[in-house]
Nanobody, 119 residues
Framework: QVQLVESGGGLVQAGGSLRLSCVAS????????MGWYRQAPGKQRDMVAA???????IYGNSVKGRFTISRDNAKNTVSLQMNRLEPEDTAVYYC?????????????WGQGTQVTVSS
């Protein structure tokens, strides 16, 4: 069984920074992709950023240039450095793991952490 535990959410003023972290435990395959999604009230869950075990990263258009994703494969952790936060970034942020190759369809989610950006 795989578990994801997030930390680092909170309340920040617009223009500020926050750092989210997620630790994965359990049967983690060496080939995987970890990332962050977010969901605001009444909206769908969207990808914020993701990074493969090989280090390739992708970002949602709204966060490019402001957010940076990184990971430590040895510790099965992924972090999201969020700078120049905007009120529109307010959402519940979820850690995501795609375990193994994509065609295995093994996906896991964290419990979510609230990020609130005040104007």
């Amino acid at each position: 069984q795989v578990q994801l535990v997030e930390s680092g959410g909170g309340l920040v003023q617009a223009g500020g920074s926050l750092r989210l972290s997620c630790v994965a435990s359990g049967s983690i395959f060496s080939t995987n992709r970890m990332g962050w999604y977010r969901q605001a009230p009444g909206k769908q869950r969207d990808m914020v950023a993701a990074i493969t075990s090989g280090g390739s990263a992708i970002y949602g258009n709204s966060v490019k240039g402001r957010f940076t994703i990184s990971r430590d494969n040895a510790k099965n952790t992924v972090s999201l450095q969020m700078n120049r936060l905007e009120p529109e970034d307010t959402a519940v942020y979820y850690c995501h793991l795609r375990n193994g190759p994509s065609y295995w369809n093994q996906e896991y989610w964290g419990q979510g952490t609230q990020v609130t950006v005040s104007s």
